[in-house]
């Protein structure tokens, strides 16, 4: 089989207690993951990742449809399913906070099936790997968040299950032990045959670690593709051009027509243009317009389009088709 999870159209309504509004967390959402497959689960706040990472390792219950994990139903036939999964949820619920570092490996490793013969090396690998070491005897509850984190993704490591569900694994770490957990996750996505699921609206972390992302807003997918194919797709080239002397009217308005988001920094000396072109060749129409004054060009800086960029747009409902295209008329 190739798809290690299907999920088909689940839906999650939440009601306030209080005010009984209804708030429609997930609303038929619908992707599959390939088995050794890194995935990002990208969304603003309040897009409905942690609910669909919750409905998917059976936590919650999908209002409606269904998740298979390994074609097993985890509804259906739960503790079956869920021994392919790990998850790390966010505020690493899967500690004893009273237990040291290793006291918290070593019950786990039991809990999730490793064999008595194997703790002690896959406690000391880990501890290696993650560098806690030489916190290995330190109560969970004293150490810092970050190094919480860490632990909580090493044990949800111990057992060789084929699936990770990572829910906002960097939200709250310092900038260094930040980096320390996403180099460890790359080094878990490279690893074979384990399935990854992150979840986060951190965009670094999903362009570094993973090859698909699924984004969602307002509960539903409104993106599930390769970053790569998603950075070709919306590949908008934005230029900057210093130019030696003022453009004139007419140049203006022809720029103005026929090039998206026009930025034109006359207060200058030497005034600068910036233009965003879909195709590199689009910048031989904007020479043309400059050739009819002479207007000398004294540099031309390029800014290729980020992730984060294209990330706002789509969550803003922008396709490649709602960006109007250059037009095509010469001048
Ligand atoms: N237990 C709950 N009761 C009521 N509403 C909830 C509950 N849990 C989540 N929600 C609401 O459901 C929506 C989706 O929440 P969810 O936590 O799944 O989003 P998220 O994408 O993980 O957001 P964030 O990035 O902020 O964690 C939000 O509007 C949230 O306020």
Wanted: net charge negative.
């Amino acid at each position: 089989m190739d798809s290690i999870i299907e999920v088909s159209g689940i839906t999650k309504v939440y009601q306030k207690r209080k005010t009984k509004e209804k708030i429609q967390a997930v609303d038929n959402i619908s992707f599959q993951v390939k088995r050794g497959e890194i995935i990002g689960l990208l969304g603003p706040n309040g897009a409905g990742k942690t609910t669909t990472i919750k409905m998917i390792c059976g936590l919650l219950k999908p209002d409606s449809g269904q998740i298979l994990i390994n074609g097993v139903d985890n509804e259906k036939h739960r503790l079956r399913a869920l021994t392919h999964i790990s998850a790390v949820l966010e505020g690493s619920r899967n500690l004893y906070w009273r237990l040291t570092v290793r006291e918290n490996l070593e019950y786990f490793a039991g809990n999730r099936g490793v064999s008595r013969k194997n703790v002690a090396s896959r406690v000391e690998d880990l501890l290696q790997k993650f560098r806690l070491k030489d916190k290995e005897t330190e109560l969970v509850n004293r150490l810092s968040r970050g190094m919480q984190q860490k632990l909580a993704i090493a044990v949800a490591m111990l057992a060789d299950t084929e699936v990770i569900l990572l829910d906002e694994p960097t939200l709250g770490l310092d900038i260094e032990t930040g980096y320390e957990v996403r180099e460890i996750l790359k080094a878990i996505a490279k690893e074979e045959n384990r399935t990854v699921i992150i979840s986060s609206h951190d965009m670094d972390v999903i362009q570094d670690i993973c090859e698909r992302t699924i984004i969602i807003n307002q509960g539903k997918v409104v993106t599930d593709d390769r970053i790569e194919d998603l950075l070709k797709l919306f590949e908008v080239r934005s230029y900057t051009i210093t130019l030696g002397e003022h453009l004139n009217e007419k140049q203006e308005h022809l720029i103005k027509e026929r090039f998206l988001d026009y930025q034109y920094e006359s207060n200058r000396i030497q005034p600068k243009l910036s233009v965003e072109l879909l195709k590199t060749e689009d910048i031989y129409q904007l020479f043309d317009i400059l050739k009819l004054n002479e207007t000398p060009v004294e540099a031309i800086d390029r800014e290729i389009i980020q992730f984060e960029q294209v990330f706002m747009k789509i969550v803003k409902g922008e396709t490649t088709n709602g960006v109007d295209q250059v037009k095509s008329q010469s001048v």
